[in-house]
């Protein structure tokens, strides 16, 4: 409004915004994109190369052409720009509320260095010598997170978190086997609240998994551990500070308890955001220990696709290391398959290397006083976020004790007053641009939600989130049934849980849901 | 009156309200079994709160399924609590005492059970005791307003108890859940401690039922898995003896042997030894050989014996101990549950107590477990 002197408007103050952000999701109702292909449509008309056609044996020519959608450049352009705007993350939301998953902020400047054509051009079956740029990257980042974890050796190959517990996992059994007692050795411990990878992963080799669960006070029963800790231990795998961002006082004893008898200790470091700088898994007498560089090192989540994980190990398990290992003579770097005792690959070739990149930049910007101060900063954030929650009529934790990096919270009080379940509080914080997460199931705290602040948000980030809590708690004892019918501002409006328990409606790809929907 | 037809149309709820449940609890009374108690209660001028928690679940069960139809009896046995949650019920011909007592609740069950497509019923472990007397034929849930409320049939709170009946009118899933009680008389004189009386059938709405007072059927597939483990560790030649429970009774299911709910059983290589025995058969049948008991945990307090299972007595117990052990069935999220608060045992020997005191594996599912402390039950409460 452009008001000149004198005109009544002039003197009108622009209007206020609300305490809260009228927000409201893009929703495009965007088809599949199989649904969008046309016969013919192409975004690249290839000229012909002027090469002599190779013919290719039958064995491996396709019968018919791949299913692939046919579309042009813009319309391929837009569907994903519309996708882009109908999701909720980092970069355009208040993203504290994925607690475990420690969503910080990835800078951008690192993506320049992963699109350089000097990475994104690079081959993984290069000869060595034309590729030791990146090698190099892969050697330092090593040593980096050999310095920050305290250990000997750092594989880099696993390509996520999972990956790189399973990777620990495997590097103990191919440890006990080669003394002989891998039969033996049939048993891993854990902690309720480790991160669950940790008893799947275990699972999943073949060991059973012994659960230690808290005591009064909120920390793992360490008389538990005593009680299983025997022969049959092949390792304890631990999450510390815990899910519930409890920080166990007591770790080096319990490294001590499993190897007196003889087991290995394996410390899931995945999301290292409260410690950085501050402990090492090495110095706390462990064996093992794992990254994620999504969580702990800013690269991005990639929603299960190529995120990045990081083994980490003691001198006595290195010949057990993901095979090929970098290795550097001084002058150059070469990859090393000869390993008699790796425990093979974890995945084709090297590792996920735009997010080796991105971690090593990341961490070369900040420096090591820089990395302590990360951890200073999540632990600050998440206790000053701590008490404008609790401070919240209906909130609650479990245990009283300080928190590290997260916390594991309650609406157990809420629920009793209103019936109005966390999950639906997540859903209707939704409409107002942010979301969060309840919980690993089952349930081990009623209610429960996590939130995790990381180094990256900004105490008005920290107070917009609280806000948002407070407003929806209160519209829940005021009309729960408002909270129930959210979204209301979202890309879509609610989506039937019952079809995520059900592998008759899952359709995780174009095939299946083909198969399963439209036959 | 409205008139009952034989199906009601839609999704139909029934209600049945103990109007003096809970009216004990606030006057220090620890129950309110017994008009003795009842008339005590009101001496000392408590009011019942059963008729407002049912409302309260009645409303929560509308304000989400608006044309839900609500069915039963006049009065303060559900009538006045519906009226007061805005329903227009439909009612069933029914006199009860005055004042009603528990048999009133089993035949007001029984007079609606056919017709409904869920119970709602309001009071405590003594009132699902009771409706499990009436045998409904339909699924079950508890609106806690009792002054003990140790039974896995009850949701968290009655808004809980509507939003799981709306919910139930979709999902129609069940799960089992035990139905405990306490003698009363004994919870005054300091000795708590609850016994299994049976399972109803609840509505199990996915994790609808994380709530810390359901019992070992969380969630369906969980018994059948920690089920399942056991019949994996069991060892040739060894005997099992099976303590009451549903987990456990999925044990003898999971063996294709008809073991029982409330009775305890022996199992030995994948047959059945003997079932519903006696302490005096127990001690011949556990004798001079490896012999493990297989228990499960009673109620919301953590008895793992001398509850229920009285049959495991000390002298069996110090045989089964000598020779095998113990092991305890449990969901992960059952000894969550507890708050890092033992398991018990109440063997009513201090020295047998004293024999099974310590870590026992609790086995949790498939290829997974815990250890968890059982302490005697003397000693963690005191006289």
């Known amino acids: ?519 | 009156m409205t008139p009952v037809r034989p199906r009601v149309p839609g999704f139909t709820v029934g209600l049945v309200v103990n109007p003096v449940a809970g009216i004990g609890g606030p006057a220090g009374l620890k129950g309110s079994d017994g008009e003795r108690t009842q008339r005590l209660a009101l001496a000392r001028g408590a009011s019942p709160r059963a008729a407002e928690r049912a409302a309260q679940a009645v409303r929560a069960l509308l304000a989400r399924r608006p044309g839900t139809s609500i069915l039963t009896v006049a009065g303060p046995m559900g009538e006045d609590s519906a009226r007061a949650a805005g329903a227009n019920p439909l009612l069933v011909p029914f006199a009860p005492g005055d004042p009603s007592e528990g048999r009133d609740t089993t035949a007001a069950v029984e007079a609606i059970r056919e017709v409904v497509d869920l119970l709602l019923f309001a009071g405590g472990d003594g009132t699902a005791r009771d409706v499990l007397d009436g045998a409904p034929s339909c699924p079950a849930l508890g609106v806690p307003a009792g002054v003990k409320v140790y039974s896995g049939c009850f949701a968290l709170s009655p808004a809980t108890a509507g939003v799981m009946a709306a919910e139930f009118a979709d999902a129609r899933e069940t799960a089992e859940a035990e139905v405990v009680d306490l003698d009363e008389d004994a919870y005054r004189r300091g000795e708590v401690g609850p016994r299994l009386y049976g399972t109803l059938r609840v509505p199990a709405v996915r994790s609808r039922l994380s709530g810390r007072k359901l019992g070992s059927a969380a969630s369906p597939g969980t018994a059948e898995a920690v089920a399942a483990e056991v019949v994996t560790r069991m060892r040739p030649g060894a005997r099992y003896v099976l303590g009451p429970g549903a987990t456990t009774m999925a044990v003898g299911r999971r063996l294709g042997l008809a073991t029982t709910l409330l009775g305890v059983d022996v199992v030995q290589d994948g047959a059945l030894v003997a079932s519903d025995v006696t302490e005096k058969q127990l001690l011949d049948l556990v004798d001079g050989r490896e012999t493990h008991a297989v228990v499960s945990v009673i109620g919301g307090q953590g008895f793992v014996l001398g509850r229920g299972n009285q049959q495991l007595s000390p002298a069996v117990l110090r045989k089964i101990m000598a020779s095998g052990g113990l092991v305890v069935l449990a969901t992960q999220q059952k000894l969550a549950g507890l708050g890092g608060r033992p398991l018990l045992a109440d063997t009513g020997d201090p020295e047998t107590d004293a024999l099974v005191e310590g870590y026992v594996p609790v086995i949790t599912g498939h290829r997974e477990s815990a250890l968890y402390r059982i302490r005697p039950a003397t000693e963690e409460f005191p006289a």
């Open chain 1, 1 to 519: 409004m452009s008001g000149h002197a004198g005109e009544p408007f002039a003197e009108l103050p622009v209007a206020p915004k609300p305490p809260l952000r009228r927000f409201h999701q893009a929703r495009w109702d965007e088809p599949i994109i199989f649904e969008q292909s046309r016969p013919g449509r192409r975004g690249v008309a290839v000229p012909a190369a002027g090469v002599p056609a190779v013919e290719l044996p039958a064995s491996v020519r396709r019968a018919e052409p791949p299913k692939l959608p046919e579309m042009s450049q813009l319309h391929v352009l837009r569907h994903y720009v519309r996708l882009s705007q109908e999701n909720l993350g980092v970069d355009q939301a208040i993203a504290v509320g994925q607690g475990t998953c420690t969503m910080k902020y990835s800078p951008k400047v690192n993506d320049r260095f992963v699109t350089d054509p000097r990475i994104a051009e690079l081959h993984p079956l290069q000869p060595e010598d034309t590729v030791q740029g990146v090698l190099e990257i892969y050697w330092r980042l090593e040593r980096m997170l050999a310095e920050i974890s305290g250990m000997y050796r750092v594989s880099l190959q696993p390509a996520s978190g999972s990956a790189a517990i399973y990777a620990n996992v495997a590097m103990i059994r191919a440890y006990h086997a080669s003394r002989g007692d891998a039969e033996q050795r049939d048993q891993v411990i854990t902690t309720m609240f480790s991160h669950p990878s940790n008893a799947a992963c275990a699972k999943v080799a073949g060991y059973e998994v012994i659960t230690l669960l808290p005591d009064e006070n909120g920390y793992p029963d360490i008389e538990a551990l005593r009680a299983a800790a025997g022969p049959r231990t092949a390792a304890l795998m631990i999450t510390n500070p815990e899910d519930t961002g409890i920080f166990n006082p007591r770790i080096e004893e319990f490294v001590r308890i499993v190897h007196e008898a003889g087991g290995l200790a394996c410390y899931d470091q995945a999301n290292a955001n409260g410690l950085l700088g501050i402990t090492r898994a090495a110095d706390a007498g462990f064996d093992l220990c794992h990254f994620n560089l999504h969580k702990t090192f800013s690269t991005p989540h990639a929603c299960g696709g190529p995120a990045a994980g990081a083994s980490c190990v003691s001198e006595a398990l290195a010949p057990f290391l993901p095979s090929p290992t970098v290795e550097f003579d001084g002058e150059s770097y070469r990859l090393d398959d000869d390993r008699p005792q790796s425990v093979g690959k974890m995945r084709p070739f090297l590792g996920v290397t735009p997010n080796v990149v991105r971690a090593y930049a990341w961490i070369m910007a900040l420096g090591a006083e820089g990395l302590r101060e990360v951890a200073e900063t999540a632990v600050l954030n998440n206790n000053y976020l701590m008490r404008k929650v609790l401070d919240i009529p209906g909130t609650g934790t479990h245990w009283d004790r300080n928190r590290l990096e997260q916390v594991r919270y309650s609406w157990q009080g809420l629920f009793e007053e209103t019936g109005v379940h966390s999950e639906e509080i997540g859903v209707r914080a939704a409409d107002f641009g942010v979301h969060y997460w309840t919980s690993h199931h089952p349930f081990l705290v009623p209610e429960p939600f996590t939130l995790e602040p990381t180094e990256s948000y900004s105490k008005e980030d920290l107070d917009e989130y609280a806000a948002i809590l407070a407003h929806v708690a209160d519209e829940a004892r005021r009309d729960p049934d408002l909270v129930r019918g959210a979204p209301y501002n979202q890309t879509i409006h609610k989506i039937d849980p019952a079809t995520l328990d059900d592998p008759k409606q899952w359709s995780p790809t174009w095939r299946a849901y083909t198969r399963k929907h439209l036959a």
